[in-house]
């Protein structure tokens, strides 16, 4: 793909998952709010980048969409957390309790998870490359499934007491997804493996 839709794709996928997670994620419709659960998940996240890497003609351009588009995703996310009432704090100094912005928290967040972008991003984003154009494809190929996995497990054991029903149901139907692909996955390598090794 050409650099330039793949920017403008980084651009417009990072803005949609970082205001599409928690927009759908604070609606009153259970699908919505099940969709809105699997998009501010981190393993979204990772694939968002991945993906983009995948559609990436070299390493360089993996990293850099890989990287762009985690922190337009994590820029938007807290922006509309923000928008959504977030990062108020009361004003303990004054005896009416009122109400204020906390810029420093907002800022602080929001810095935090671009350094983390700024780190994951361009592995992320040549992990999608490799798995589509390296040598050795099967361990990138299984890493967002792994990532997701095992992130659906710990929200399943730690969270789902008090989660809603429809974050349940997302995370839920996220694992079993996990779990089918990195059979699926391991099975065609498997399959392809033999199928090259078998005489003609």
Not at 181 to 192: D, S, T
């Amino acid at each position: 793909m050409r650099t330039l839709p793949l920017v403008s794709l980084a651009i417009v996928t990072g803005a949609a998952v970082g205001i599409g997670g928690p927009l759908l994620d604070a609606s009153a419709s259970p699908s919505a709010s099940a969709l809105g659960a699997v998009l501010v998940a981190g393993w979204c996240y990772a694939a968002i980048s991945f993906c983009l890497g995948m559609a990436s003609t070299s390493r360089l351009k993996a990293a850099t969409v890989g990287t762009a588009t985690l922190l337009i995703a994590v820029v938007s996310y807290y922006s509309l957390k923000a928008a959504q009432g977030d990062f108020r704090t009361v004003d303990l100094s004054e005896t009416s309790g009122r109400e204020f912005f906390s810029w420093g928290e907002f800022a602080s967040m929001t810095l935090y998870w671009c350094v983390v972008g700024l780190i994951l991003g361009p592995l992320l984003g040549v992990a999608g490359w490799m798995a589509r154009q390296g040598t050795i494809r099967l361990p990138f190929q299984l890493l967002v499934p792994v990532i997701a996995l095992a992130e659906t497990m710990m929200r399943l054991q730690v969270e789902a007491s008090r989660a809603s029903s429809p974050a349940v149901w997302a995370w839920e139907s996220v694992r079993a997804t996990s779990i089918a692909l990195i059979v699926l996955l391991i099975g065609v390598a498997a399959w392809k493996k033999h199928n090259r090794r078998s005489p003609a």
